[in-house]
């Protein structure tokens, strides 16, 4: 692929906007850990979709310091350890300590992401989160990878 094709990267004012933006919305909660997930873990839409409770909680049930990304979460077999920045992991808390509550909460297969009508989300619909977000702002060129091309 060409450069010219290359989603943009973004800057630190540009972070800063967007997870005020998002925090502010609806779901704010889950839409900023989508984001954090992207920008400080390099996570893809499709990793992002799949990312399950079990894959960031430790043997006792807390919060780990690492993503254990399985190939079957993962692009190909690009499964790998990921460590957990401190601002992904204290929103990871929050966003878990809500999670608790909703129907069919399970630790050993819930997934991170969710919507209000099923329990899991497809790695399209975070796509096209991450564009609405984008355009909303008014950042051109930017989409779900520019937070992976960010963190890299």
């Known amino acids: 692929m060409g450069l010219f094709k290359q989603s943009k990267t973004l800057n630190k004012d540009q972070i800063s906007l967007i997870k005020t933006f998002l925090s502010k919305k609806r779901n704010g909660l889950r839409n900023v850990t989508i984001f954090l997930l992207s920008v400080k873990c390099g996570l893809r839409a499709k990793e992002i979709s799949r990312l399950q409770w079990n894959m960031i909680l430790d043997s006792d049930g807390n919060m780990s310091d690492f993503i254990q990304l399985p190939n079957s979460a993962a692009k190909g077999k690009s499964g790998r350890i990921i460590p957990l920045n401190k601002e992904v992991k204290e929103t990871l808390i929050s966003l878990f300590g809500a999670s608790k509550n909703l129907y069919a909460f399970n630790t050993k297969t819930s997934f991170v992401v969710r919507t209000e009508r099923s329990p899991f989300t497809t790695s399209q ?17 930017c989409s779900s990878h520019s937070g992976r091309r960010t963190f890299i």
């Open 125 to 141: 619909s975070i796509v096209n989160m991450f564009s609405s977000w984008y355009k909303k702002l008014g950042l051109i060129g």
